[in-house]
């Protein structure tokens, strides 16, 4: 191989070999420095490759040099249908502005993951499908429009405080295209929040929401959400299901707020799930026929359900029956004062999985109850049977304001739904209990 100089200040330079010659450029940068060019035709088209070190520069022009005369040596030796297969591939490549070797170059760097030409082409179409059509857009932009959306929407502020709060931590994570994000990123980021199950599930319904929402604007191709392939999550894996006992309620009631004292009571003793609850109205609760309207707006389930009012609960809701508005001004320090005077530890949806469980041990009876509580007798069957005792049960019901007497047991009344008439009663009977020890 033979290097030439020019004869001004021995630039620029020829790195030789055969017939074939790579020229090497030295320029002076904008800071004052040199730079070193290497001028490549090896895709047909002259390009420049930088360099900032002199030698660099002189050792990439001598490998191209090499590969040039070796390209020559076998172009001389080609028969003539593998130049007809030359022209040909060149003539594919002529539409799309691309040579011969930088379009083998890519398949060669395709083929290190992909192993095949076949799956090439399928990871070319999937690529497309993914991208095609779509609008980029900010995981954070995406969130913010998404919790606009369901403001004007009238979502209730519980859902959208924990939908802003969970959404708003993922988007610090993925300051990104929301279309770029990929099932494992999710599916580690989700694993790594090292909360509870039924929590991890919580946050995975949320992003699910998120992703939904960004393939029906377009921010995300049909078909890619990458929530659908990770891993199902069980709210409960261990089975466990946590109650409060008579004690624990009666404490939690002499202590909670006067304003926080009605959304213990109708959790407790309706069954009513705090979602519920903080939507209910006064006007929902018909202290004279002695049921609560649950209707399809404030249920979880959009159906419209009646939850008789048992005689403990009456007398809890008794000094509230003149109110009107919101039954739950969303106090968010009540709870947690409530808590700290009492010294009980609180149980996540032990309210209503107490009510079910205590319910069921009086009324032997899945349907009713589920009813009541507006889920499936399935639920109820799986989850609360034989957690208590019928005995368990009247002291649970049997809970009381001070100075009230225990309610006289009763014959059960049949649950009111939405395809029977109400029965013509001043108030509904109960089940009655004995006092809670």
Known sequence: MKTTLSRKQNWPRKITLGRVSVTVYRRRTPTGNFAFMVSNYADGKRRFDSYADESLALEAAGKLARQ????????????????????????????????????????????????????????????????????????????????????????S?????????????????????????????????????KLAPRSVKNFRAAIETLFSFAESRGYLAKGCNPVDDTEQISGNSDGAIE????????????????????????????????????????????FEGGFIHVGADKAKTRTRRLVPILPNLSAWL??????????????????????RASGVKWKDNALRHSFCSYRLAVTHDAAKTSLEAGNSPQMIFRHYRELVKPADGLAWFGVMPQGEAAPVTTKPVPVVTRRQSLPNVARMPQVGTTAAN
């Not at 969970?166 to 999710?186: C, M, S, W, Y």
């Not at 624990?248 to 909670?256: K, Q």
């Not at 008794?318 to 808590?339: C, N």
Request: hydrophobic fraction near 45%; include cysteine.
């Open 68 to 155: 040039l005369s070796e390209c020559e040596v076998l172009a001389a030796a080609m028969t003539n249908e593998q130049a007809s297969e030359y022209a040909a591939s060149v003539q594919k490549l002529k539409p799309f502005n691309v040579g011969l070797l930088s379009a083998a170059d890519a398949v060669a760097q395709a083929l290190k993951f992909v192993s095949d030409l076949p799956g090439i082409v399928a990871a070319a179409k999937f690529f497309n499908q993914r991208h095609k059509g779509v609008t980029p857009q900010r995981v954070a932009d995406v969130v913010a429009e998404l919790l606009a959306l369901k403001q004007a929407r009238g979502k």
């Open 243 to 286: 109650i409060f006992t008579p004690k624990e309620i009666t404490t939690l009631l002499n202590h909670a707020a006067e304003d926080y004292l009605p959304l213990l009571a109708l959790g407790a003793f309706a069954g009513l799930r705090t979602a519920e609850a903080e939507r209910l109205e006064w006007s929902d609760i018909d």
């Open 318 to 339: 008794k000094p509230y029956a003149e109110r009107t508005g919101k039954v739950w001004p969303h106090s968010k320090r009540a709870r947690r004062e409530m808590l």
């Open 157 to 193: 502020e519980r859902y959208l405080r924990d939908l802003n709060c969970r959404l708003n931590r993922f988007a610090e994570t993925f300051q990104k295209n929301i279309g770029d994000v990929t099932t494992p990123e999710l599916q580690s980021w989700l694993d790594g929040l």
